[in-house]
């Protein structure tokens, strides 16, 4: 069992950015691929980023490309997810997911673990 917790969300200005945190409970975090999914109202959950277990390999969704940068830190169970440069369409609610495969996922079912998630909103 994992347990997820985001942090670091907010209301930021159009431009600005924000820095998520996702940590995780359990000894075996470095076992797990991790991914970064949203989702803004009355619309499907949707990929944005995914890292692998040992952090080497990284994807992202075409629409935060070169915005945005996964990592994670292995010692402390936690995956962060830097923003930068956000629009008012990367308002939504944020969530990170663990799962058991090596690469992780752009698909959500995959996926074994959520968190709650953590709101960002970016004014115009």
């Known amino acids: 069992q994992v347990q997820l917790v985001e942090s670091g969300g907010g209301l930021v200005q159009a431009g600005g950015s924000l820095r998520l945190s996702c940590a995780a409970s359990?000894?075996?975090?470095?076992?797990?691929?991790m991914g970064w999914f949203r989702q803004a109202p009355g619309t499907e959950r949707e990929f944005v980023a995914a890292?692998?277990?040992?952090?080497?390999?990284?994807y992202y969704a075409d629409s935060v490309k070169g915005r945005f940068a996964i990592s994670r830190d292995n010692a402390k169970n936690t995956v962060y997810l830097q923003m930068n440069s956000l629009k008012h369409a990367d308002t939504a609610v944020y969530y990170c997911?663990?799962?058991?495969?090596?690469?992780?996922?752009?698909?959500?079912?995959?996926?074994?673990?959520w968190g709650q998630g953590t709101q960002v909103t970016v004014s115009s």
């Open positions: 997911a663990a799962d058991r495969l090596e690469y992780g996922s752009r698909l959500t079912a995959p996926y074994d673990y």
């Open positions: 359990g000894r075996t975090f470095s076992m797990y691929a």
């Open positions: 890292i692998a277990r040992s952090g080497g390999r990284k």
